[in-house]
C-alpha cells in the first residue's frame, strides 16, 4: 500500500522557509504573493494490512513534530 504522508506547520509557529521563500519569490517579480508556508511530504510503501494505528505512531514519532506540525495520510 503506498501512502503519502503530508507535513505542515501548524498555524502561529513562525516559518522562516516560508518567509525566504516569499522573500526570493518578490526578488523575481513575483509581487502578488501574500504569504508562504513550507512543509514536507513522505511517500512510503508499506504492506497491505497495515493498521492505521501503526501509521499514526510512524508520524508522531519520527516524521512530524506534532508539537509545532501537523501531519495527514493520503493513501493511495
Known amino acids: 500500500m503506498k501512502l503519502r504522508i503530508i507535513v505542515t ?3 502561529g509557529v513562525l516559518d522562516p522557509q516560508g518567509k525566504a521563500i ?3 519569490l518578490a526578488g ?3 509581487d502578488g504573493v501574500q504569504d508562504v508556508r ?3 511530504i513522505f511517500e512510503l510503501e508499506v ?3 497495515t493498521p492505521d494505528e501503526a ?3 510512524m508520524c508522531r514519532k ?3 513534530n506534532t508539537v509545532i506540525e501537523n501531519y495527514r495520510v493520503e493513501k493511495q
Do not use: P
Open 9 to 11: 506547520l501548524k498555524n
Open 22 to 24: 516569499q522573500h526570493a
Open 28 to 30: 523575481l517579480g513575483f
Open 38 to 40: 513550507a512543509g514536507k
Open 47 to 49: 504492506a497491505d494490512g
Open 55 to 57: 501509521i499514526d505512531e
Open 62 to 64: 519520527l516524521l512530524a
